[in-house]
């Protein structure tokens, strides 16, 4: 009795430890992020204090880049770091946020270019615990409140460039992007001479040390002290080798199911997706590889306090259904204040979003690309089921003549109804069109959701409808 039993503990103990070791596939480990389709970018750092000011000058271009297109010196921007307080600072308000706006996951910069890390870090006192009167990690707490309302985090990490941190790499800025600096000849020739440097404290040390030293150190520490990691997503490989991204592509195994984008270091390390910035991809231009397009609200990443050039909810719920609709995911950006706040214009185009989301998140969950590729009044998705298929035509132009019309159509049709309220709508075959009849105004003029359920699968006819 005593050794069957030891025998069971033993069987049962080698099976975990196989199942503990099985590499997943690429296509388990994208699963959820495939399903996800839709997730929030947090740039938040100490750049939210001056928040795009600098001495009374408006710096120009997007406000996580102050620190090097004002060409703040290393020991000003240190100083006034030191007052970084985040007092209202609610992790669970924020993922919460997230949530309600049909977000799946979140992406915060756990350091960006200028080297502040938000958690606490043995490899260097840049940090937020270390550094500012605030003096507690960050990260920790968005790690437990993802964990409680079950959203997926990861972490960006700025690799190559660091303007802290000596040894990092800057992308060369001229000072006029800045403001009208008086000593702007001599600036841009000093940083011509080194390599985008401005600070001669920035090059104490080499890149291969910085990377040694400080990149690794801390891409272990977020792979190891936050929990599960979802996404390490890299950013500007600006001065990468090679052997370097070796050694931070190693630490990877930390998080066996974590997923990465293509910018550790180009073309080598091409990651698992691919990162459209600022742009949604034209068909023409996918390749069958998975894509994330990264997008701001308004024209900054990092918050700036006199940004309110915002989208309108509409152009960014027509986004994420134009992404879902040619299979991408669409990660939206969030930049908090100093005090922990995200803007109130955000948080408004996130409840916005949020209420569409609600009532017509099937159309995007899960789905993928559409077969016909783009209509003119508006896009499609499609979802493959036990039974058959569900196509989600969302309309953004309503027709003045309340008729849809979609050829290349060769499927049966099960079902046909507004997403919305469940209200049966009339369709017609005629050869190979499908008619679906509608209402005469639209119920919602932002994209009103058809579902259609057809026999079978539909094959994809993008070449016939070039
Ligand atoms: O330089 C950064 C920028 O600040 C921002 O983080 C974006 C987000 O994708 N990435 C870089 C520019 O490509």
């Avoid at 001056?50 to 703040?72: D, L, T």
Wanted: aromatic residues 10%.
């Amino acid at each position: 009795m005593k050794k069957t039993l030891i025998a069971i503990i033993v069987i049962l103990f080698m099976e975990q430890l196989l199942t503990a070791q099985k590499v997943m596939t690429k296509d388990e480990r994208m699963a959820w992020w495939r399903e996800a389709r839709f997730g929030m970018f947090i740039h938040w750092g100490v750049y939210s204090i001056p928040a795009g000011v600098w001495n009374g000058h408006e710096i120009g271009g997007i406000g996580e880049w102050i620190m090097n297109r004002g060409k703040i010196p290393v020991r000003d921007y240190m100083e006034m770091a030191k007052q970084f307080n985040p007092v209202k600072y609610d992790p669970d308000a924020w993922v919460k946020m997230a949530k309600d706006a049909g977000m799946k996951y979140i992406v915060i910069t756990s350091k960006h270019h200028d080297g502040f890390a938000l958690f606490k870090s043995e490899a260097s006192k840049w940090n937020v615990v270390d550094h500012t009167i605030y003096g507690k990690d960050l990260l920790k707490p968005l790690a437990e409140a993802c964990q409680r309302h079950g959203i997926k985090l990861g972490f960006y990490y700025s690799q190559a460039q660091d303007w802290v941190n000596p040894g990092g790499s800057a992308s060369r800025k001229l000072t006029k992007e800045g403001w009208p600096n008086p000593d702007s000849v001599i600036i841009d020739a000093y940083t011509k001479e080194h390599n985008g440097h401005w600070d001669p404290a920035q090059e104490t040390r080499s890149f291969d040390k910085y990377i040694d030293e400080v990149a690794v150190p801390q891409v272990r520490e977020l792979l190891t002290n936050y929990g599960k990691v979802a996404v390490l997503w890299w950013d500007t490989p600006i001065g990468m080798t090679d052997a370097a991204a070796e050694k931070l592509q190693a630490l990877l195994s930390l998080q066996p199911e974590i997923i990465t984008n293509d910018r550790l270091k180009r073309p080598n390390f091409p990651g698992d997706h691919k990162t459209p910035e600022q742009r949604i991809p034209n068909l023409a231009d996918l390749d069958g590889t998975d894509w994330e397009t990264c997008m701001t609200m308004n024209n900054t990443w990092g918050y700036k306090s006199y940004d309110h050039n915002y989208k309108s909810p509409q152009t960014l719920i027509r986004n994420l259904v134009d992404i879902a609709s040619k299979g991408g995911n669409f990660l939206l950006n969030v930049g908090p204040t100093a005090e922990g706040e995200f803007p109130p214009e955000s948080v408004e185009i996130l409840h916005e979003i949020g209420k569409w989301m609600k009532v017509n998140g099937e159309a995007i969950y899960g789905t993928t690309a559409s077969p016909w590729g783009l209509f003119d009044w508006g896009r499609c998705t499609k979802k493959v089921t036990k039974n058959g298929t569900n196509l989600y035509f969302s309309v953004f132009n309503w027709p003045a003549n309340g008729k849809l019309t979609i050829s290349y159509f060769n499927n049966k049709v099960v079902s046909a109804k507004l997403l919305a309220t469940g209200a049966p709508v009339k369709t017609s075959v005629n050869g190979n069109t499908l008619t679906i009849s509608l209402p005469q105004s639209a119920p919602d003029p932002v994209a009103t959701v058809i579902k259609v359920d057809v026999k079978g699968t539909v094959e994809n006819k993008i070449k016939n409808n070039k």
